[in-house]
């Protein structure tokens, strides 16, 4: 025999709809410690290692995610619809369900849209962006942080328009598209100059000049090097390590250039900086300052002032 179905006021469709938002805001607190503090990085990186803190969301639970986001949106309800969006969105990139993904980030950013909260749209499409990044949906992670980077001018607030810049910038890298990379810290290096940001152009100057030396763009990398090298000896707070490292990339850049005398004089200048502070990497420049005109320059060495892998970035 047919259960009779029942009929609900508006009021209590919506009263149902945020008690079951409620029971999946609990579970994706179970599933991704959501809302208690948890870095995201963090979470992906612990996710990789299949720790116990980071679970997928269950397939049966997806579409209903999304269809109780989108009945909300839709009956006045996006301020809860942007709530479970934060409180998912830790745990929707472990899925790998790129489609999935796409439809959830879509509801949430319109219910931010919808409540006219820009800090709601911006941390929800930082979201989408890093969990796009992370299962290798470039595309939909660069078209999300264009936008934020649109929504953080608009607010014209420095610090975090440089930040974002900066993320920006190191996203292309990652991309391996470095000519955006060139063109957004070539932006960041601007940006801090408008506002006389002495310690943010040093830390874009070097950004950019690392990122052109990865191009094969040496002779370009060498004006950003030289600024930024003088902007280091100006700025007591800049450390002698900081300032060796800066020295290192310009030898570098020049030696690139086949201007093996430039370069000499820039180990140089890092070899008195590191001399009696960084044995290893004073003996690392000193490596550099052996090589024959026609060689080629040694690999940098574990330990040493301007490593392998993650540069020393002027503070």
Known sequence: MQRPSIALSPAEERALALRIGQHLHAAAQEMGMADRGVDRRALAESAGR????????PRSLRQPVVGLMRWELGHGLAEDVVRLARAWW???GMAADLAWMKEFAAVGERAAIEIRDPAALTELLTMAAESAERTG??????????????????QKNHEVVCATLATLGDFYR?????????????????????????????????????????AGRAAAAVPPLVRAVALAVEDDTVEDRARAELLILLGRAHWMSDKARAAREAFS????LLVDADADGADYVRSLLATPDAGSLPVRISGSAGQGGRRTRPP
């Open 50 to 57: 299949h720790d116990e803190a980071a679970v997928a969301p």
């Open 174 to 214: 990652r991309w391996g598209r470095l000519h955006r990379a060139m063109d957004v810290l070539s932006d960041l290096v601007a940006t801090c100059d408008r506002v006389h940001d002495n310690r943010g152009v040093l830390a874009a100057l070097h950004d950019l000049a690392v990122v052109l030396l990865d």
């Open 90 to 92: 830790p745990v929707v």
């Open 269 to 272: 200048g890092a070899l008195a």
């Open 137 to 154: 949906d470039w595309l939909m992670a660069e078209a999300r942080w264009v936008r934020v980077l649109s929504l953080v001018r608009a």
